[in-house]
């Protein structure tokens, strides 16, 4: 039987089992990651989608970002959440494989079939630490019922009428333009 101290377990997770699954997903991310942005050349070939070297980079680097976070925090909840956003986009991303005469359709399904399965697993240990977070998120506040206006939608109209322009926002008196009513009218020569 192992024993857990406060030391050793980490903010979040009331059980070992999913700490150790969060910290699993961490690794995982963080390989997934450096093999997106050491080879997205050839993952590109393998999925038909050349020319996408440059968001495979991108998505690469996001990757290792959320598994160091998820290591390196006390309580990982946010940054499994954050892999769970992190999947959908790949799954979108894929998806736009699937239009047009794509010759290597059948393995950016299977690309899909394992992003589907990690994503299960993401949302599954996401709902955990949910649970199990001693620090519950606030609940939603709704504000379905405000206009953003103070005093009301009724004496906001008309309200822009009665502005006057500050001071320090008129054009100075010698930035004018000489066709101001109180400067003398001079008028052109004809030629």
Request: glycine share 12%; hydrophobic share 40%; aromatic share 6%.
């Amino acid at each position: 039987m192992r024993y857990e101290t406060e030391r050793t377990r980490r903010r979040g997770q009331a059980d070992t089992a999913t700490d150790t699954l969060a910290r699993g997903l961490g690794v995982f991310s963080i390989a997934l990651g450096i093999a997106e942005v050491v080879a997205p050349r050839a993952l590109a070939r393998a999925l038909g989608m050349k020319g996408q070297e440059g968001v495979i980079v991108g998505y690469g680097v996001r990757e290792i970002a959320t598994g160091v976070g998820i290591l390196a925090s006390k309580d990982p909840t946010p940054w499994i959440w954050g892999r769970v956003a992190g999947d959908g986009l790949d799954l979108a991303t894929l998806a736009t494989a699937l239009e047009g005469p794509n010759p290597n359709k059948g393995n950016v399904g299977i690309a899909m079939a394992a992003v589907a399965g990690v994503t299960a697993l993401d949302v599954y240990c996401a709902q955990t630490l949910s649970r199990e977070s001693p620090h519950p998120l606030p609940p939603m506040q709704d504000y379905s019922d405000r206009t953003g206006y103070p005093r009301g939608l009724e004496q906001a109209r008309g309200a822009a009428r009665d502005f006057a322009v500050p001071g320090d926002f008129r054009t100075p008196e010698a930035l004018r333009p000489y066709t101001q009513p109180n400067l003398p009218q001079h008028p052109m020569p004809s030629m």
